[in-house]
């Protein structure tokens, strides 16, 4: 399985983005995905989740309104808009994928990085004011 992000870059404040993730060929059936971000000397944090389905959607509270997440199965592909963009949205974000059954829908289990099998390899974001 291989995930690959990709969309990142420099932006001001206020701006918008969108990012990207591929699945491979290869990528279980049936995933949930995750998208994480980790600024320079800070934990790994959840931004948002979604089920396979794509009916079940999650944002941290620092994202909500903010962003949006959806997918496209027929073609593998997951994205992350990224609207009213803020300083504070610097970091490299990640996208992973997750088979373990209802995993997004425990607000413990879908915000741990630990329930995620597979990483994508990150995409760097930077906002400037």
């Known amino acids: 399985v291989q995930l690959q992000a990709s969309g990142g870059g420099l932006v001001q404040a206020g701006d918008s983005l969108r990012l990207s993730c591929a699945a491979s060929?290869?990528?279980?059936?049936?995933?949930?995905v995750g998208w994480f971000r980790q600024a320079p000397g800070k934990e790994r944090e959840f931004v948002s989740g979604?089920?396979?389905?794509?009916?079940?959607?999650y944002f941290a509270d620092s994202v909500k309104g903010r962003f949006t997440i959806s997918r496209d199965n027929a073609k593998k592909l997951l994205y992350l808009q990224m609207d009213n963009l803020k300083p504070e949205d610097t970091a490299v974000y990640y996208c992973a994928t997750t088979t373990a059954p209802f995993a997004l829908l425990n607000p413990q289990t879908r915000v741990n990085p630990r329930t995620y099998d597979y990483w994508g390899q990150g995409t760097q974001v930077t906002v400037s004011s």
């Open positions: 979604i089920s396979y389905t794509g009916d079940a959607k």
């Open positions: 060929e290869h990528t279980p059936s049936r995933y949930a």
